[in-house]
């Protein structure tokens, strides 16, 4: 099991010879131009020099330096955590392993539909989230409160837009109604939503139950993603009438 990173967020150094990918045969264009753009992807060659598993671990370190969300002795739960990038920066950060001298020693715990490669520091469960009782299965490896839920769970694209922003929702709103249950006081939810945000109703439920709520696209996301992230923190609790109306469905749509 290797040492995970520092979990600081370094600047990008000097800029590299951009790299050129021949067609080649049986491949198709749009797999090449794929591998093109990440071998010259900045965020995808510092991971490989900084130990993370993929480009997505510089989003939560982006959002985490502007927010502070992840501190010494938090305990963390991470949905949606494969191929570990997020749970890699959150073991850094709330000092889960213990190496940081007069530091509280924080916890971080991962979920994922796929299988993950275990994460010094982390404790990570093959789970799919949206399956009957998965979240009360989730909350007994907890076993008591956390102090940030983080998602970045994706759905399988269908090709069908409208279905495939549903499935975003769906995802969205099962991490916030688990968040509701298992968030202390003060607490705080972060997730990758849609372009826009938070859906408005989703928004303001947010707004009444969390002290500070914003919608961000770090420098990390790219430019060409629809994703954005939704930070919600100081948490209050939920209204007995957002708590009567608000529920997570119990699975994704169908295509």
């Known amino acids: ?31 090449t131009l794929w591998l093109e753009r990440q071998l010259n992807d900045p965020y995808v060659q510092r991971a490989k020099k900084e130990g993370y598993r993929g480009r997505a671990a510089y989003k939560i370190l982006e959002l985490d330096d502007k927010f502070r969300f992840l501190v010494p002795g938090a305990r963390v739960v991470d949905l949606g955590c494969a191929p570990g990038g997020w749970c890699q920066v959150a073991v850094g950060r ?13 916890r971080v715990l991962g979920v994922d539909l796929q299988e993950v490669e275990p994460i010094a520091g982390a404790e990570v469960h093959q789970l799919d989230f949206l399956s009957d009782g998965a979240d009360q299965q ?27 922003h549903l499935r975003i929702i769906a995802l969205v709103e099962a991490a916030v109604a688990f968040a509701f249950d298992v968030l202390a006081p003060g607490g705080a939810f972060v997730a990758k939503v849609l372009a826009g945000g938070a859906e408005n109703n989703l928004q303001a439920i947010l707004k009444r139950s969390f002290e500070k709520v914003a919608n961000v696209k770090p420098p990390a996301s790219r430019s060409d993603s629809s994703e954005k992230f939704v930070i919600a923190q100081g948490f209050r609790g939920l209204s007995p009438e957002d708590r009567e109306g608000f529920s997570a469905p119990d699975a994704a749509p169908e295509a």
Request: hydrophobic share 30%; aromatic share 2%; glycine share 16%.
């Open 94 to 106: 709330v000092n889960a392993l213990g190496e940081k001298s007069g530091k509280k020693v924080g």
């Open 138 to 164: 989730v909350k007994d490896w907890l076993g008591g409160q956390a102090d940030v839920v983080m998602s970045d769970m994706a759905a399988s694209a269908s090709g069908h837009k409208g279905t495939d």
């Open 1 to 31: 099991m290797t040492k995970p990173p520092s979990g600081k967020s370094s600047g990008r150094g000097q800029r590299e010879l951009r790299v050129r990918v021949k067609t080649a045969k049986g491949r198709k264009l749009s797999s």
